[in-house]
């Protein structure tokens, strides 16, 4: 099998293969049409087991000239579509040796602009619950034409579909709050910061933009964020999963505490939000970086976040 597939599935606490939503997102409550179909060899994988730990068989060798889906297990829920997240476990093998398979968690969006196609071909309308088997061609497997493998030879994958997110906040507007940066929402969910005047804060100051209709954020949850970080200072983006072209996981606990963790003004700031929402924190530096600072932000620095949150998981 080979090594850039581990890779690219493979998902520790908060370091995953995501991608932000540069196109239209949001969830399908009805139809939803695949981009890929079953073919000859995605029917030949069968699946027994627990999510993330079933026992693959298929008919080996396998060979594809594009990526197939078979689902295996219905789901239930809306549909993921173009710039949606989604989470769950996989199992992966390669195509010509069942005994190959390894085991993975996953978090990954629907954008071929960044994840590889054979990816965003297999779990485009997949639901909360499914089972989906796939089989890949190396071609599709890579998001880089330059590194795809000649020829047919594809890998099997089975994904069990835990949660599936949109790839930006969805809930209802909120009034704006005096003496707050001004944030403007382009369609694609992409926030714009314009900083005022005056007087830089010297407090911690949050307030809910999009009020969201999800589970309330706990402490030590593993958020599913899209989130813009600016220096109030010199109005400079040090941090952005927009930017970046990755939606990441972050983890509500204060990193004082736990090295995985954000910085102690925004976990103020997200516990007891909803899933859903957006939320505009502006950090002093007391609950910021400190006299610190880290890479592009200079010590003492008040800084300013937009963070969407689209999905909360409680910490394994």
């Not at 789901?75 to 997240?85: F, H, I, L, S």
């Not at 593993?222 to 109030?232: E, M, N």
């Amino acid at each position: 099998m080979r090594t850039s597939i581990a890779l690219i599935l493979s998902a520790g606490l908060l370091a995953t293969l995501s991608a932000c939503a540069s196109t239209s997102s949001g969830l399908v409550d009805g139809d939803c049409t695949p981009l890929a179909q079953p073919g000859s060899a995605s029917e030949t994988i069968t699946a027994t087991g627990d999510p993330g730990a079933a026992t693959l068989d298929f008919a080996t060798p396998l060979i594809a000239k594009r990526t197939e889906r078979t689902v295996l297990t219905a789901g239930t829920g809306p549909a993921a579509e173009v710039g949606d997240v989604i989470w769950g476990k996989a199992v992966l093998a390669s195509g010509t040796d069942t005994a190959t398979a390894q085991q993975t968690p996953f978090m990954i969006t629907l954008d071929k602009t960044v994840t590889p196609p054979g990816f965003t071909d297999a779990l485009a309308c997949a639901r909360a619950g499914d089972r989906i088997a796939a089989v890949i061609p190396g071609a599709e497997a890579t998001a880089d034409a330059a590194q795809a493998p000649a020829g047919n030879s594809a890998d099997a994958y089975v994904f069990d579909i835990t949660s599936v997110y949109p790839g930006a906040a969805t809930g209802a507007a909120e009034p704006a709050k005096a003496g707050f940066p001004s944030v403007v929402t382009a369609p694609d969910g992409r926030p714009g910061v314009t900083i005022p005047s005056g007087t830089v804060p010297t407090d911690l100051r949050y307030t809910t933009l999009k009020k969201g209709s999800g589970a309330k954020v706990i402490e030590g949850d593993v958020l599913v964020v899209q989130s813009l970080g600016i220096v109030w200072a010199d109005k400079s983006v040090f941090a952005s999963t927009w930017d970046d072209g990755m939606a990441k996981q972050i983890l509500a606990t204060d990193i004082t505490a736990d090295e995985n963790g954000v910085v102690p003004g925004l976990v103020k700031a997200l516990v007891g939000q909803t899933v859903g929402s957006q939320v505009l924190v502006v950090v002093p530096p007391s609950d910021g970086f400190g006299d610190s600072g880290t890479t592009g932000v200079p010590a003492g620095s008040t800084l300013v976040y937009v963070v969407d949150i689209l999905g909360a998981n409680p910490a394994a």
